[in-house]
């Protein structure tokens, strides 16, 4: 079965620090992999995926992430983070072709001004 | 991107009664819809997945005559909690695959339904 392991529940950063939260999912196939953003009080934003091709990603609002097939991971980097990425970061992955998509416990991240 | 739809946004039941909640693909066909349950502070567990004409498949652990879900057409899908309990009480959220996408594509989220359950 799939899993998704995200290593850190909470990060605490001042605004301009690089980013970089961790996500490692256990699955033996191809895979298609995902991070959603949630703001306070809002529904799910996907900010990248990663489906085939360039292993690192560029998603939304200067996010990227790569995916290091060896290591089954897919870590989610920002090099300066803003006040407004105040939010919780999901990690997500589905079996390539499958449809059931399995998310990580979450990350909650707070950029202090 | 493609517009998931969930009603009601909020509801306030009492315990013993049934709720249902939409999921609605607004610009396109969801031949397969997820729904999801989100404790505070935690992450989104699958509940079951709903496909379009047929029962829908549980994860282990759910209970499908608690949580009867229906997917009559290609844009719907209910969930249905039946004899609400306070411990029901918690975030929904369904999401969909359009269908006639090709299958490396990413699912799209509703907003969400919050019910309490007093």
């Known amino acids: 079965a799939q899993s998704v392991s995200q290593h850190n529940h909470h990060v605490i950063l001042s605004e301009a620090a690089s980013l970089e939260l961790g996500c490692n999912y256990s699955?033996?196939?191809?895979?298609?992999l995902f991070w959603y953003v949630q703001y306070p009080g809002q529904h799910l934003q996907l900010l990248l995926k990663?489906?085939?091709?360039?292993?690192l990603v560029k998603g939304i609002k200067g996010f990227e992430a790569e995916f290091i097939k060896s290591k089954f991971s897919f870590n989610l980097r920002k090099p300066s983070v803003q006040w407004s990425d105040t939010a919780e970061y999901f990690c997500?992955?589905?079996?390539?072709?499958?449809?059931?998509?399995?998310f990580g416990a979450g990350t909650r991240l707070f950029v202090k001004a | 991107g493609a517009v998931v739809s969930q009603h009601p946004s909020w509801v306030i039941c009492k315990s013993g009664t049934s709720v249902k909640i939409e999921c609605r693909s607004l610009?396109?066909?969801?031949?397969?819809m997820f729904w999801y349950r989100q404790f505070p502070k935690q992450s989104l567990m699958l509940m079951a997945t709903?496909?379009?004409?047929?029962?829908?498949?549980?994860e282990q652990g759910v209970e499908k005559d608690k949580f009867l879900i229906n997917h009559a057409s290609l844009t719907l899908s209910t969930l249905t909690v039946t004899s609400a309990h306070p411990e029901d009480s918690s975030f929904y959220i369904c999401?969909?695959?359009?269908?006639?996408?090709?299958?490396?594509?990413?699912?799209?989220f509703g907003q969400g339904t919050r019910l309490t359950v007093v």
């Open positions: 999401s969909a695959r359009d269908g006639t996408a090709s299958t490396n594509t990413e699912a799209f």
């Open positions: 699955y033996g196939g191809t895979v298609n």
């Open positions: 990663y489906f085939s091709g360039d292993p």
């Open positions: 997500a992955v589905n079996a390539a072709g499958g449809f059931k998509t399995i």
């Open positions: 610009d396109f066909q969801a031949t397969t």
């Open positions: 709903s496909n379009e004409g047929s029962k829908a498949t549980y």
